[in-house]
């Protein structure tokens, strides 16, 4: 990670955060001498109600940080997807020459929060009006971008880019590109869970990452 990268700043996010951030569980008193209750049981989500989305909007460590905080998302990967190459690595999408976008694939229940909804946030979570660029990161791996997976997600995505369009909320246009899923590879394991796993100690976790979560209100 270059010093530069180092040194981004977060884009201005126009709108304030509306979707829950994920709860902590309470922690229990002890003041009472009695046996802890033992922990609720939460249900399995069923598989029927499951969906995914591929998004890409600049570095994977903010997208994916962001959508793990959304309430109703059951799992975010980072990884690589839109390019030629297969098997891609870090460093070879780091050289602008397989086509892929750093992006996440974005597991999410659908009866506790939709499509439409992951998009908002989406939008408010970068800015999607720079052309390869996101802050200092520049190239065609930090394209906006939204990879759908069925007709309906298609719909959606060019119905909730209009929408953004229409509201002025940024002062140009989203340059957004709206193409079909193809295989979306993972990305290395130093990448998975970038910032619950560096927030305390990794300037990028601090200087980049934290504020935009505060800005969303979902830290």
């Known amino acids: 990670m270059s010093d530069l990268r180092l040194l981004a700043v977060c884009l201005a996010i126009p709108l304030a955060g509306c979707f829950p951030a994920k709860q902590p569980e309470k922690e229990q008193s002890t003041e009472s001498s009695e046996a802890a209750a033992p922990p609720p049981v939460v249900a399995e989500p069923d598989p029927s109600n499951l969906e995914k989305a591929t998004l890409a909007g600049g570095c994977f460590w903010c997208t994916e940080a962001v959508m793990e905080m959304l309430e109703g998302v059951i799992e975010v990967k980072s990884g690589y997807t839109g390019g030629h190459l297969e098997n891609p690595t870090y460093d070879e999408v780091a050289a602008k020459t397989t086509g892929h976008a750093e992006a996440i694939e974005v597991t999410f229940d659908r009866t506790r929060i939709s499509y439409a909804e992951i998009l908002d946030v989406f939008w408010q979570a970068h800015d999607p009006t720079t ?77 980049v990452i934290s504020p935009k979560l505060k800005k969303l209100g979902l830290e």
């Open 131 to 207: 052309i390869n660029r996101q802050g200092a990161d520049v190239g065609p791996q930090y394209r906006s971008a939204i990879f759908f997976h069925s007709p309906n997600q298609k719909n959606e995505a060019e119905a909730s880019r209009q929408k953004l369009n229409e509201s002025k909320a940024y002062s140009s246009p989203a340059v957004t590109e709206i193409t079909k899923a193809g295989k979306f590879w993972e990305a290395e394991t130093e990448h998975q869970d970038f910032y619950q796993q560096k927030q305390d100690d990794h300037p990028y976790c601090k200087m």
